[in-house]
């Protein structure tokens, strides 16, 4: 079975999925702070990442969705909210087009868009050389955040990272990320879909927000997260946890751009 953490016992179930660079580990930070009396969170690890490391699989959004469901049905949760960081912001696009009538809210913390990330070929060589490079990830990290933290930040989600993933998934997981394409699929799905990007990230920005996952979803809304760039989970972590709270225990969606 897929490898998974729970924290609370709250009447509100929901789903969290973790982004490229590491396993679920990287909501640490947020984890105290959870209102355990509202919601029952399950934090999963990827085939390949952290306690699922040693499940081989094919690395894709379908696969990352269907062990999403595998695991709400084991849990016995019938209709749950999702959360996703980047990779895993995606990955609750594509699991909300494949059983919308289960999905509650969802939640897309600098979630990539369902058309894919294109980048140019220099970019997109980092990127393929961080398999095997960790200094191309350290390079990623300190880029996506706005080239503003300590070195250190750089170094220790690094090396977090090295220790969390397998090289083949980390390699597979770029190619699932980047090049996946099914805008149609999601295109007109009325589900609250509450968007939080930080204001350093140079990748997921506002601009990308609007004419991607704002155009789709009809009930979609967006927040800027003050001095946060594409992991607000370390940078800003009462913050996120304060946002994404309220926005799954609104009655009803909260427009704003």
Known sequence: MIGYHLYGDGPHKVLVLHGWFGDSSAFDLVRPFLDTDKFTYAFMDYRGYGQSAHLGGAHTMPEIAQDALDLADSLGWETFSLIGHSMGGMAIQWLA??????????????????????????????????????????????????????????????????????????????????????????????IPFQVLVGEHDPAVTPELVRATILKWFPAGSMEVIPNAGHYPMVETPVALISLWEAFLAAKTPVFSD
């Open 97 to 190: 087009a494949q059983a919308p009538k289960r999905v509650q809210r969802l939640v897309g913390i600098a979630p990539v868009p369902a058309s894919g990330f294109p980048m140019d070929e220099g970019t997109r060589a980092l990127f393929d050389g961080a398999k095997d490079n960790p200094q191309n990830r350290q390079a990623i990290l300190m880029h996506t955040t706005g080239n503003r933290l300590s070195p250190a930040f750089g170094r220790v989600m690094t090396e977090r990272s090295l220790a969390q993933t397998t090289a083949d998934a980390f390699g597979d997981y770029l190619i699932a990320w980047a090049d996946t394409v099914f805008d149609e699929r999601v295109n007109g799905l009325d």
